[in-house]
Each structure stands twice: as structure tokens, then as C-alpha cells.
């Protein structure tokens, strides 16, 4: 059997459904317009030039990559035509549906967003034809009024990194990347983070004054400089003129003796313009219950709390009052903008710098733990559900997460697939279908039936790229429904597993009765099973301390204080490399890496939800 195609009744479904099934997404670049396009299989230049309007000089131009030819999952950016052949007009704007924004002085995207709490790719979908970082006074900009008040200020700023993170898949300079505001940082700590001057940031980025950079803004940042024998006061002996780049001093770190006191600096946002953080509050209380259960072995541990608030002055302060002179670890910042200044004082003084949360992207340094596990590993407890074994099925709808489409066909290479799109039809629709089929009438099966997919004797693994909550919700029911449909009718369903972005454990009014339904896989960079006895003893003993259920914060906060305290003792001397800690259940090996030299967790774990309503991890 052909695997890309299955069986005729498949191969049918899908004539309709394969061009459909982009993933693309606007993207504005030095002020010009650009749809950044995650390439499929079957793409060709011509093809793409074709689709696109656009001439196959024009898309080798946009990417220089191309000089290497066109690769399934890489993702290139396509100019927009300058002459369209059809004069583009803008959807009238219903008063009933859409309220109107002028923009004022010092409005950007993101802060549009968070005044209506909407969310940051809904106003770019409304207002396509509007450069999100050169917005002018006095435009209007069109916010879609069912859409006011569902997005909260964590939700926005991740839809910002995943904009900036397209940017810089697209962009191939060695000269530049592009970074997002955060809060509290202005031209003059941007640019000195990044090597640069002011001017020459203000000049990268084509604004006139400082006060241009805001936060939530998309902006050029300088990309650091390799260190070479050129440019740096190091000598390189003769025989090693071939590498290009200095060999960093590894930090060495002393080791406590026992009996020894453990001075420890916990750096956490705790309160934002005067509001508590409940997560960090958690993560605090985590680590302090994670240092008394040191504290009874015998352990002796004083920790510091400074409240760094997001606030790039703030860390400034504690910098330079130092009272982390005499400290033997620091945990945080939590965001890598603040971070890499306590990072660099720390590696002066050879003290480790743990990061509890973050992806780091911009920081290096010998002295960084980083807890979050790194991006490389990702997919290698599911290796054996991309082996070719399964028939791969894509099933898309109007709306595509392509960072997470490209990372899965990225893993697939050459292998072979099949795309499908969902189209959502209401039930009361599908009832009447059925009931005139019932009658004898030739009616065709409904959009939204997903029985065909599961019509084969191959095992197949469903990947759903839907990029909204109620989507990913509507195709996980459909498939749901498809099997037991099947089974009722005694047909011989394809065994399959859907494997899930783990983006939807962020979903809250998703049903996760259908995770089991599914066989849903996923990948977590924390897992914690409530009913298992060790998580039953630490909530009990959280709850006696703090009067609260335990969150995944305080989880960490407790593995923090456990794997690097402990440590201080036991292995600091061998800065945790190879070692393979579990205090809970969620396990950490520290791997350096080589570019940044970074220590980072390379334990993603997967997380299986059974048909049995039984969740296992590994």
C-alpha cells in the first residue's frame, strides 16, 4: 500500500484538503511586508512563486538559505507582490463586531493589546495591512469586541516571543536578531547588554529618540561576535590557529565542607507594580520547604530573598550594593533580560548562577545551570513514534500553529505524510445529513467526520496543528467520535496515538477526558502525578506548612533548593555535568553546551494519557 496516500476513500478526502492545509503567518521586516511560510513536501520554487504571486529571483533573493535548495520544514520568508493584480480591499468593519482605536503617542501592539486584553495575533489578523512596530498617530486599528477581556498579560507576551521567534527563523544575517521589550528596559540597558552604543541601536532599528523603545516591541538587537584570534587580547598557541574561537576557563566552584553554612540569594519577581505573584510566592515556598528537608540532614542554609520585580533597576541596585559578594549560590533572576547582568557578576566571583525557569537564548557563561530542559533533546523519548512505523496525518484547520508544525516535520525529514484539513460543522447540521442519508438520499458525509482517517489497517500517529483552544477541542472530539463510530458498526478502526503540542496544557476549557480518548502523547518540560504516594507526602507536608495546595511552581521551587544546595556539598566541584538528579518526579541531567557553554537539563518527559484513564510518564 502506498503510504502516502493509504486507501482511495482517503486519497478522495484529501484532494480537497492538501492546499489548505499552509502554515504561514505576516511578518513585517525592516517595514516590509512578508508571509513567513513553513515549507511542506511537494514545494517547489515555481510552485511557490506561483501560489504566491511572486518571481522565483524575488524568493531566492528574500533567502539567501535557498542557495542549498528548498527543504521540507525550514521556514523562508515570500515577499508580497508590489503591484497585486487585484486591488486588495478592506472588510467593512461591523460596529456590532469591531470598536475602533486611534493610536496615541507611545501606543504599540502589544500595549493596545493589554488595554483591551485581547489577544496580540487576533489585532494583527484584524489589522493585516498595519506594521505592528511602526504604528503612527492617528491610525485606527480595528479591535474585534468578542475577543475584549480573553487574553491575559502572560498569554500576550508568549504570542510576542512566538512573532519574534518566527522573525528570527526567517532572517539569516550574521549582523543581527531581533529581541522583544520586556518590562523595565529601555535603549540604554538594551544597548549595553547587547555591545552597543545607543545611537547605533536607535540607527539599527530606524527610530529617532529613545523613547521609541517600548515595551512589547519587536526590535533589532547586535548579534555578539564570535571571539577570534583577530579581535581578542588572548594569545592562541600556533598549533591551534584552525579553531576560531577562544576556549572559555570553565568556572570553578569551591566546595562547601559540612558543618559549613550555605549562603543562598533567591532573586524572584514577587510583585509587579505592587501585586503579589502567586507563582513565584509558590516557587518561594517550594524552595523553602525543599532547604528545611536539607536543614534535617543536617545541613545549615541561610537564603536571602530579593524581590527583583521584572525591574532591570532593581537587579541594578542589588548589584551594586553587593550583597551577593558572600554568596555561594543564586537562583534566578526568573527572565533572562535580567538574568544576564547577575550572571556576569557572578562569573567573576565564581559563583553559580541557577535558571529555575526560562529558555535561555541570549546568555552564556560557565556559571549558568539551566533548569528548563534544552530545545535539542526535545524529541528524543518519542523517536520511536516518528520511526516510520506509523502512518503520519496532519490534520489541520483555518487556523495553524506553525512553529509547532515545523518542529514535527522537521523530525520527519523525508519521510513520508498525509495533510488533511477539519472543517467544523454544527451538530444539528450533521443530524440532518443523517437522517436524509437514513432516507435514501445521496447526501455527502459531513466535513467534519473523521472516520475516513481511521479507515486503514495501518497504525497512525495524528498530528493536529490547529492553533486555537476550541479547534484543537472540535478535532479531538471528531476523532473520538470516528473511532467509537467505527467500533459500532464492527469496522476495523486504525489503532493510533495523537500527538499533542503541549501548549494545550495551557488550554483551561478544553475537554481532557478526550487526551485519554486519543491516546494523546506529550511532551513536558515538568510533570508531576498527584496521586503518586512521594507528590501525596510533599502536598501533605505543603499544606501543613503553607495552608495551600501545592502549584508546578512550588514543585520546582522545591527540586531547585534540592538538586543545588545539595550540591553546593557533593558535586559543585564537578559543576553537576552527567549527574542525574530526581528529587520529585520530574529528573534533571545538566549537559553543557557548546556554543554557549551553559549547563542546561536535557530530561524533557513524556507524558502518555491510556484509553485506561491512566496517565504514565517517562
Excluded at 96 to 107: I, P, T, Y
Excluded at 162 to 180: A, G, L, P
Excluded at 209 to 220: F, M, N, Q, S, T
Amino acid at each position: 500500500m502506498n503510504r502516502r496516500i493509504g486507501i482511495a476513500a482517503i486519497a478522495a478526502l484529501f484532494c480537497c484538503g492538501v492546499a489548505s492545509a499552509q502554515s504561514e503567518q505576516i511578518v513585517y521586516i525592516d517595514g516590509v511586508k512578508y508571509t513567513a511560510y513553513t515549507v511542506a513536501k511537494g514545494d517547489t520554487l515555481y510552485s511557490l512563486s506561483k501560489r504566491y504571486g511572486v518571481t522565483i529571483d524575488q524568493l531566492e533573493g528574500a533567502n539567501p538559505v535557498l542557495a542549498e535548495g528548498l527543504k521540507a520544514g525550514q521556514m523562508i520568508k515570500i515577499p508580497h507582490p508590489a503591484q497585486p493584480t487585484k486591488k486588495q480591499k478592506q472588510p467593512k468593519r461591523s460596529k456590532k463586531q469591531f470598536k475602533s482605536h486611534v493610536v496615541r503617542k507611545g501606543d504599540t501592539f502589544y500595549s493596545i493589546a493589554r488595554l483591551y486584553e485581547i489577544s496580540v495575533t487576533t489585532l494583527m489578523e484584524d489589522n493585516a495591512g498595519i506594521d505592528p512596530s511602526h504604528l503612527a498617530v492617528g491610525q485606527t486599528l480595528y479591535i474585534r469586541r468578542s475577543e475584549i477581556g480573553e487574553t491575559t498579560e502572560n498569554e500576550a507576551r508568549e504570542q510576542i516571543e512566538e512573532q519574534k521567534q518566527i522573525m528570527n527563523n526567517v532572517v539569516t544575517t550574521e549582523e543581527y536578531s531581533y529581541h522583544v521589550v520586556h518590562r523595565g528596559e529601555d535603549a540604554e540597558n538594551i544597548a549595553s547588554r547587547f555591545g552597543t552604543t545607543v545611537d547605533k541601536l536607535l540607527a539599527l532599528n530606524g527610530f529617532e529618540a529613545p523613547d521609541k523603545v517600548r515595551e512589547g516591541l519587536i526590535i533589532k538587537v547586535p548579534k555578539p561576535k564570535s571571539v577570534t584570534a583577530e579581535n581578542s587580547e588572548q594569545q592562541i598557541p600556533a598549533d591551534t590557529t584552525e579553531q576560531s574561537k577562544v576556549e572559555v576557563k570553565p568556572a570553578t566552584f569551591s566546595t562547601l565542607a559540612h558543618g559549613q553554612r550555605a549562603n543562598v540569594a533567591l532573586m524572584l519577581p514577587m510583585s509587579v507594580d505592587g501585586k503579589v505573584s502567586q507563582n513565584y510566592l509558590d516557587f518561594y515556598q517550594g524552595f523553602l520547604l525543599g532547604a528545611d528537608h536539607l536543614r534535617m540532614n543536617g545541613y545549615q542554609i541561610h537564603i536571602d530573598l530579593f524581590n527583583t520585580a521584572h525591574n532591570h533597576d532593581k537587579v541594578a541596585q542589588i548589584i551594586e550594593s553587593n550583597t551577593l559578594e558572600n554568596t555561594h549560590l543564586i537562583v534566578g533572576p526568573v527572565y533572562e533580560d535580567t538574568l544576564i547582568p547577575v550572571a556576569n557578576y557572578a562569573e567573576q566571583r565564581s559563583i553559580p548562577v541557577v535558571s529555575p525557569l526560562a529558555n535561555l537564548t541570549q546568555a552564556n557563561g560557565t556559571n549558568i545551570f539551566q533548569m528548563s530542559p534544552r530545545l535539542e533533546t526535545k524529541y528524543d523519548k518519542v523517536s520511536n513514534l516518528f520511526n516510520g512505523s506509523r502512518r503520519v496525518v496532519f490534520i489541520s484547520s483555518d487556523t495553524t500553529d506553525s512553529a509547532f508544525e515545523a518542529e514535527v516535520k522537521q523530525i520527519l525529514g523525508d519521510r513520508e505524510y498525509i495533510t488533511h484539513k477539519y472543517i467544523y460543522e454544527h451538530p444539528s447540521v450533521i443530524e440532518k445529513r443523517e437522517k436524509a442519508r437514513q432516507n435514501g438520499e445521496n447526501v455527502p458525509p459531513s466535513p467534519s467526520d473523521l472516520s475516513p482517517l481511521l479507515d486503514s489497517e495501518e497504525p497512525s500517529l495524528f498530528i493536529i496543528t490547529a492553533a486555537t483552544e476550541v479547534e484543537t477541542d472540535r478535532i479531538l472530539a471528531a476523532l473520538a467520535s470516528a473511532s467509537i463510530s467505527l467500533k459500532a458498526r464492527s469496522i476495523n478502526a486504525s489503532s493510533y496515538i495523537v500527538f499533542g503540542n503541549n501548549k494545550w496544557n495551557r488550554y483551561r476549557n478544553i475537554d481532557k477526558s478526550l487526551f485519554f480518548a486519543n491516546n494523546v502523547v506529550m511532551l513536558s518540560t515538568y510533570h508531576i502525578d498527584r496521586s503518586n504516594p512521594i507528590i501525596q507526602t510533599f502536598s501533605a507536608q505543603y499544606v501543613k506548612a503553607f495552608d495551600m495546595l501545592p502549584s508546578l511552581y512550588a514543585y520546582r521551587g522545591y527540586d531547585a533548593a534540592q538538586v543545588f544546595i545539595r550540591s553546593l556539598y557533593d558535586k559543585i566541584d564537578k559543576a553537576l555535568e552527567g549527574s542525574r538528579f530526581q528529587p520529585l518526579q520530574t529528573p534533571y541531567t545538566f549537559v553543557k553546551d557548546n556554543q554557549t557553554n551553559i549547563r542546561t537539563n536535557e530530561e524533557w518527559v513524556r507524558v502518555n494519557y491510556n484509553s485506561n484513564f491512566t496517565i504514565t510518564a517517562e
